[in-house]
């Protein structure tokens, strides 16, 4: 042993002692020296890993380790390469032409010779996984199958249509509609098509439904079972058609015949054949991962089956080193404090990038986590609820994109959880998602210096930045502030755009956002109807909402609060939220607010008064008012530009202060609203820092400099 340093080669042996001369070969056996090591020591160890590529076939556990000293350094060796792998590598330059049997059945045939193959046995690949229904609400939540990963993007599955939706023909029997619910979806479903495309398809039954037949900010994976094609009619094992907000647009998955496009791929999953169609240019030393399983031995409870577990656990760090090829996550972990991520690359996984619960003084900084197919990066209730003491998380400086690959709705790049209190994500680069690029709970959460782009680029009704705290409305001190949104609200699906999309929200009259000196430039588009309804910047109905200094560039809607002004009857209680009412039917039930009964939120207040009615007092005014009828929402002293995209009346007028609703609800003063350069450094380059002069126009209004956004 090299004094507190553990070695770890491609080369070395764990009979060896760990120093420089005799190093360990896996990371398991250095982690279980050093933990040895930890019991009678209050120095620094390191697990120092030399270049090269170490495989884990089972999670690694870092479990009780509660030694307030030493620290533990999982690290590269200096500047060398490492990378921790689940998979299964490949070179690109073993694969062949695909056999003609294959290539003759495609559809829309390629260019000769563009597909290779490989018969996954020969790498010793057994386990394919499973396919598995998918949906926010609904998922079987089974482990990912094994997917294919070039150069560590995830490839496609070969599917029709390429790059665009197809629909269906709605109904005009209502018994065709069922509720997107798992009871729901159990018998399957079928609906009428317009084109026969499927009657070429060998083995239909082996395709999968990917996209939306329910309401479209949800994500629909369903399995096909059949094609009619008499009726032209499609036949899902388990599915349902919805009506509610449903305008329908998906593509297949998992269709031999339809490998016809770069990066592309199909597995036979009788004969293990590994079909791709590898993009152009792709360099010819590429390497090919499979993800495997790491399944989670002696375990008690649901097996997370990540690549590291850490449990009970502080004073651990993880730097400059690469984790890939999974079918779960690369790290999860619960009651934890301490665990740093420094400079460290995550992809190529089948569920999340990083997960922790209960855990505290967590730091992720300066990684890049891509090409997951859930979060980027999760906290579930982190930090006291009770007592509001801060989780003291800080994600910060990380690239996080294409997230979400395979549960596509309600996943993001950054995800803080049920009762998350004080956590901090900053100076960030939140990109290339389908659904919201971040999702926020909790209490005094601070949100700034992030640049959110090309986001919710598949779904309708969601948002950049999406909050929803209307069930849960104590929890405030949340700080949106000095971030970049941009390149928001211009998707299409199968010719209809998104409707309802924006930067920020606080869904259903969510309550006590604090939005303030943020940059919103190009969110929707000049055109009329559809490519501009509903899309903007900022929705927030619920009260004591606060959004002041802020610049609207191009944008279709800065603001909007679609509630309206309406007298409301005060309750037994002396409340405007009675905690009955008589519905249409002349029953009395209970009032409810997005879901939650009235008078379960009024005890539940009470209990948490004591404590964050010392840090909120306006919470002992919440229930004396009413989202319809108290102006305490603000919008103040913002700067609204629109020179290549004019404000949107499709829904309405715009008001003399830039945002669209009523005024009775909204205390709105000092906004300057124009179509003219005020005084960009460059509005035609896209650099929109305001000129000093520029900046006088609005009390209080900052420069935005545009190197203050994203990764520093």
Same mark, same amino acid.
């Given at each position: 042993?090299?004094?507190?340093?553990?070695?770890?080669?491609?080369?070395?042996?764990?009979?060896?002692?760990?120093?420089?001369?005799? %190093?360990?070969?896996?990371?398991?056996?250095?982690?279980?020296?050093?933990?040895? #090591?930890?019991?009678?020591?209050?120095?620094?160890?390191?697990?120092? @890993?030399?270049?090269?590529?170490?495989?884990?076939?089972? &999670?690694?556990?870092?479990?009780?380790?509660?030694?307030?000293?030493?620290?533990?350094?999982?690290?590269?060796?200096?500047?060398?390469?490492?990378?921790?792998?689940?998979?299964?590598?490949?070179?690109?330059?073993? #694969?062949?032409?695909?056999?003609?049997?294959? &290539?003759?059945?495609?559809?829309?045939? %390629? *260019?000769?010779?563009?597909?290779?193959?490989?018969?996954?046995?020969?790498?010793?690949?057994?386990?394919?996984?499973?396919?598995?229904?998918?949906?926010?609400?609904?998922?079987?939540?089974?482990?990912?199958?094994?997917?294919?990963?070039?150069?560590?993007?995830?490839?496609?599955?070969?599917?029709?249509?390429?790059?665009?939706? !197809?629909?269906?023909?709605?109904?005009?029997?209502?018994?065709? $509609?069922?509720?997107?619910?798992?009871?729901?979806?159990?018998?399957?479903?079928?609906?009428?098509?317009? $084109?026969?495309?499927?009657?070429?398809?060998?083995?239909?039954?082996?395709?999968?439904?990917?996209?939306?037949?329910?309401?479209?900010?949800?994500?629909?994976?369903? %399995?096909?079972?059949?094609?009619?094609?008499?009726?032209?009619?499609?036949?899902?094992?388990?599915?349902? @058609?919805?009506?509610?907000?449903?305008?329908? $647009?998906?593509?297949?998955?998992?269709?031999?015949?339809?490998?016809?496009?770069?990066?592309?791929?199909?597995?036979?999953?009788?004969?293990? #054949?590994?079909?791709?169609?590898?993009?152009?240019? /792709?360099?010819?030393?590429?390497?090919?991962?499979?993800?495997m399983s790491t399944p989670t031995l002696d375990v008690s409870g649901k097996a997370p089956n990540s690549m590291f577990r850490i449990e009970n656990s502080k004073n651990i760090v993880f730097e400059n080193l690469i984790f890939k090829g999974g079918r779960g996550s690369a790290i999860t972990g619960k009651n934890n404090s301490n665990i740093q991520f420094i400079n460290c690359e995550i992809n190529s996984f089948g569920e999340n990038g990083i997960r922790f619960d209960a855990?505290?003084?967590?730091?992720?900084?300066?990684?890049?986590?891509?090409?997951?197919?859930?979060?980027?990066?999760?906290?579930?209730?982190?930090?006291?609820?009770?007592?509001?003491?801060?989780?003291?998380?800080?994600?910060?400086?990380?690239?996080?994109?294409?997230?979400?690959?395979?549960?596509?709705?309600?996943? !993001?790049?950054?995800?803080?959880?049920?009762?998350?209190?004080?956590?901090?994500?900053?100076?960030?680069?939140?990109? *290339?998602?389908?659904?919201?690029?971040?999702?926020?709970?909790?209490?005094?959460?601070?949100?700034?210096?992030?640049?959110?782009?090309?986001l919710v680029t598949e779904f309708s009704d969601m948002d950049a930045l999406y909050c929803n705290n209307s069930n849960y409305p104590w929890e405030r001190g949340n700080k949106i502030h000095n971030n970049y949104f941009h390149d928001i609200g211009k998707s299409s699906m199968n010719g209809r755009h998104q409707i309802n999309v924006r930067a920020i929200r606080t869904d259903n009259r969510g309550c006590g956002l604090n939005i303030y000196e943020n940059l919103f430039y190009?969110?929707?588009?000049?055109?009329?109807?559809?490519?501009?309804?509903?899309?903007?910047?900022?929705?927030?109905?619920?009260?004591?909402?606060?959004?002041?200094?802020?610049?609207?560039?191009?944008?279709?809607?800065?603001?909007?609060?679609?509630?309206?002004?309406?007298?409301?009857?005060?309750?037994?209680?002396?409340?405007?939220?009675?905690?009955?009412?008589?519905?249409?039917?002349?029953?009395?039930?209970?009032?409810?607010?997005?879901?939650?009964?009235?008078?379960?939120?009024?005890?539940?207040?009470?209990?948490?008064?004591?404590? $964050?009615?010392?840090?909120?007092?306006?919470?002992?005014?919440?229930?004396?008012?009413?989202? *319809?009828?108290?102006? /305490?929402?603000?919008?103040?002293?913002?700067?609204?530009?629109?020179?290549?995209?004019?404000?949107?009346?499709?829904?309405?007028?715009?008001?003399?202060?830039?945002?669209?609703?009523?005024?009775?609800?909204?205390?709105?003063?000092?906004?300057?609203?124009? /179509?003219?350069?005020?005084?960009?450094?460059?509005?035609?380059?896209?650099? @929109?820092?305001?000129?000093?002069?520029?900046?006088?126009?609005?009390?209080?209004? %900052?420069?935005?400099? #545009?190197?203050?956004?994203?990764?520093?």
């Amino acid at each position: 042993m090299d004094g507190q340093k553990i070695f770890v080669s491609t080369v070395g042996d764990d009979s060896g002692d760990g120093s420089e001369e005799e %190093p360990l070969r896996t990371l398991e056996k250095a982690i279980d020296v050093a933990n040895e #090591m930890r019991e009678d020591s209050d120095k620094l160890i390191e697990i120092l @890993l030399r270049e090269g590529t170490y495989s884990v076939t089972n &999670t690694i556990k870092i479990i009780n380790s509660q030694k307030d000293d030493p620290l533990l350094k999982i690290s590269a060796y200096q500047d060398e390469k490492v990378t921790i792998n689940a998979g299964v590598d490949i070179p690109l330059s073993a #694969m062949s032409i695909a056999d003609s049997d294959f &290539t003759n059945a495609i559809i829309d045939k %390629p *260019n000769a010779g563009s597909v290779l193959q490989y018969n996954l046995k020969d790498a010793q690949i057994e386990d394919l996984g499973e396919i598995s229904l998918r949906g926010h609400l609904i998922s079987d939540e089974k482990e990912a199958q094994a997917e294919l990963s070039l150069n560590g993007e995830v490839q496609k599955l070969a599917g029709w249509p390429n790059g665009e939706y !197809t629909g269906l023909i709605k109904p005009t029997d209502s018994n065709e $509609y069922g509720k997107r619910t798992k009871s729901g979806i159990a018998n399957g479903c079928s609906f009428q098509v317009n $084109y026969d495309r499927p009657s070429q398809w060998s083995k239909p039954e082996q395709a999968w439904l990917s996209g939306t037949i329910g309401p479209n900010y949800e994500f629909d994976y369903y %399995p096909v079972s059949r094609f009619d094609s008499e009726e032209k009619r499609v036949y899902l094992s388990r599915g349902a @058609l919805e009506k509610y907000y449903t305008e329908p $647009y998906y593509r297949f998955e998992n269709v031999p015949e339809e490998l016809d496009e770069p990066g592309e791929y199909y597995i036979d999953r009788q004969s293990g #054949m590994l079909y791709f169609y590898p993009p152009e240019d /792709t360099p010819k030393d590429s390497v090919l991962t499979i993800t495997m399983s790491t399944p989670t031995l002696d375990v008690s409870g649901k097996a997370p089956n990540s690549m590291f577990r850490i449990e009970n656990s502080k004073n651990i760090v993880f730097e400059n080193l690469i984790f890939k090829g999974g079918r779960g996550s690369a790290i999860t972990g619960k009651n934890n404090s301490n665990i740093q991520f420094i400079n460290c690359e995550i992809n190529s996984f089948g569920e999340n990038g990083i997960r922790f619960d209960a855990s505290t003084d967590i730091k992720i900084s300066d990684c890049k986590i891509h090409d997951v197919g859930q979060d980027g990066i999760l906290f579930v209730s982190c930090g006291n609820y009770k007592t509001l003491s801060p989780s003291n998380i800080v994600v910060s400086n990380n690239d996080i994109y294409n997230f979400a690959r395979l549960e596509r709705s309600y996943k !993001t790049g950054i995800d803080f959880g049920y009762r998350c209190v004080g956590a901090t994500a900053a100076n960030n680069h939140i990109h *290339n998602g389908p659904h919201a690029g971040m999702i926020f709970y909790g209490v005094n959460n601070d949100i700034y210096g992030n640049e959110f782009d090309n986001l919710v680029t598949e779904f309708s009704d969601m948002d950049a930045l999406y909050c929803n705290n209307s069930n849960y409305p104590w929890e405030r001190g949340n700080k949106i502030h000095n971030n970049y949104f941009h390149d928001i609200g211009k998707s299409s699906m199968n010719g209809r755009h998104q409707i309802n999309v924006r930067a920020i929200r606080t869904d259903n009259r969510g309550c006590g956002l604090n939005i303030y000196e943020n940059l919103f430039y190009n969110i929707g588009d000049g055109g009329n109807g559809n490519g501009n309804n509903g899309i903007g910047a900022i929705t927030a109905e619920g009260t004591r909402n606060r959004i002041f200094n802020n610049l609207f560039v191009d944008c279709n809607e800065a603001y909007f609060n679609t509630l309206q002004y309406k007298e409301i009857e005060t309750a037994d209680d002396g409340t405007l939220y009675p905690d009955t009412i008589i519905n249409s039917s002349g029953v009395e039930v209970a009032n409810t607010i997005n879901g939650a009964k009235v008078a379960d939120l009024k005890k539940q207040m009470e209990n948490y008064l004591p404590v $964050y009615g010392k840090q909120f007092p306006e919470l002992y005014n919440y229930f004396y008012e009413h989202p *319809n009828m108290s102006k /305490t929402n603000e919008f103040k002293n913002n700067m609204i530009i629109n020179i290549a995209i004019p404000l949107s009346n499709f829904n309405g007028t715009q008001n003399e202060e830039g945002f669209r609703g009523s005024q009775m609800l909204t205390a709105a003063s000092g906004n300057y609203v124009s /179509t003219s350069d005020p005084g960009f450094v460059s509005y035609d380059n896209g650099n @929109l820092e305001l000129s000093s002069s520029a900046t006088l126009l609005v009390e209080g209004l %900052p420069k935005f400099e #545009m190197s203050s956004f994203g990764i520093q």
